[in-house]
């Protein structure tokens, strides 16, 4: 198994930028890793996600705004958000899995959660 902490929640303006970072507790080399987000009444849905191959998933409405990356041999999956809107306000998820993607149940293990609050 594996666990994961995120960090680097906070609240922003809009226009603002956030970074987020997940720590895992062993190599990520053979998991996908990817971010959700779950607003308060509404489905925990994907942000953006990457594979051994390197090649990122991004959901329609990041529309070029979010940029998901990693750092191998910190273990690091991270997620730099640019032009944020209030409506990105959420609870961001890193989660890890063996199929690369933005569905849910296709991720095994899940950190607590950093909030991002945009006003």
């Known amino acids: 198994d594996v666990q994961l902490v995120e960090s680097g929640g906070g609240s922003v303006q809009a226009g603002g930028s956030l970074r987020l970072s997940c720590v895992a507790s062993?190599?990520?080399?053979?998991?996908?890793m990817a971010w959700f987000r779950q607003a308060p009444g509404k489905e925990r849905e994907g942000v953006a996600s990457?594979?051994?191959?390197?090649?990122?998933w991004y959901a329609d409405y990041d529309l070029g705004r979010f940029t998901i990356s990693q750092d191998a041999a910190e273990k690091t999956t991270f997620l730099q958000m640019n032009s944020l809107r209030p409506e990105d306000t959420a609870m961001y998820y890193c989660a890890a899995g063996v199929r690369c993607g933005l569905v849910v149940a296709d991720f095994a293990y899940w950190g607590q959660g950093t909030q991002v609050t945009v006003s």
């Open positions: 062993s190599s990520t080399a053979s998991y996908c």
């Open positions: 990457i594979g051994w191959t390197l090649k990122p």
